[in-house]
């Protein structure tokens, strides 16, 4: 029983760590092809690097949205 539980935890920990891992290159990819200036993504680069998990949500919950906004708003 005990084993079971470990072979369950570890294929739950390695699922966990794939997808924080494609979440953070979701985010670059997702940046790179923004339409931000290359400054801006510069600056969203740098804080994804910085702080993985809080500047690809950040990106994903504000500056995603900004960009579309802006591409409208044109």
């Given at each position: 029983m005990h084993s079971g539980l470990s072979i369950f935890a570890a294929v739950l920990l390695i699922a966990v760590m794939v997808a924080?891992?494609?979440?953070?290159i979701g985010a670059f990819v997702s940046i790179l092809r923004s339409r931000f200036s290359a400054?801006?993504?510069?600056?969203?680069?740098v804080f994804v690097v910085i702080a993985p998990f809080l500047g690809s949500l950040l990106w994903f919950l504000i500056g995603?949205?900004?960009?579309?906004?802006?591409?409208?708003?044109y």
């Amino acid at each position: 029983m005990h084993s079971g539980l470990s072979i369950f935890a570890a294929v739950l920990l390695i699922a966990v760590m794939v997808a924080y891992v494609l979440f953070i290159i979701g985010a670059f990819v997702s940046i790179l092809r923004s339409r931000f200036s290359a400054g801006m993504k510069f600056v969203w680069c740098v804080f994804v690097v910085i702080a993985p998990f809080l500047g690809s949500l950040l990106w994903f919950l504000i500056g995603k949205g900004y960009s579309e906004r802006q591409v409208r708003a044109y």
